[in-house]
């Protein structure tokens, strides 16, 4: 039982360090960013984050200062996005800490790192699983991750 038990400590360590070294990695949408210039370099002052939630439906704009804090401005239809990492959000609820998603869903995120640090963003990366499968239980689902949208 001992060795079933060291497997799969080892299995998950394994998975773990590689997740985190891989965290480090330019990524392929990275490389996509640089080569397509998006409109949103407007957003990285917080001011016109803030104020693109004005025509946000009113549970985000009563949640806009974490939100804009995390790096999000609004799109349209309830979606938030990452003016770095342009990750979408949405399904914001209460409870919703929007660092710890933001740093779940794109834990290579540039903003991420620099507002948190990697000690941080490993800790949400390790977490996700687990932290997903707790919401659940509390709520229907977690916040809705847009992937490729617009790619």
Known sequence: MKSVFTCLFLCLYSFFAYSVKEMEKPTELDEIMALVELD???Y???????DSFDKAEAYLQDRRDSLVEAGF??????????????VILQDWQDLDNAFEWHARFSPTC???KKEKGRDYIETMVR?????IEAI???????PLVIVDQYF
């Not at 002052?45 to 803030?50: A, H, L, N, S």
């Not at 659940?136 to 977690?142: I, L, V």
């Open 40 to 42: 949103y370099d407007t």
């Open 44 to 50: 990285k002052d917080k001011r016109e984050r803030y």
């Open 73 to 86: 401005f609004y799109y349209e239809k309830g979606q938030t996005i990452c003016y770095r990492c342009y």
């Open 110 to 112: 540039s903003y991420i």
């Open 127 to 131: 977490s996700r699983h687990t932290h």
């Open 136 to 142: 659940k239980q509390k709520r229907e689902n977690p």
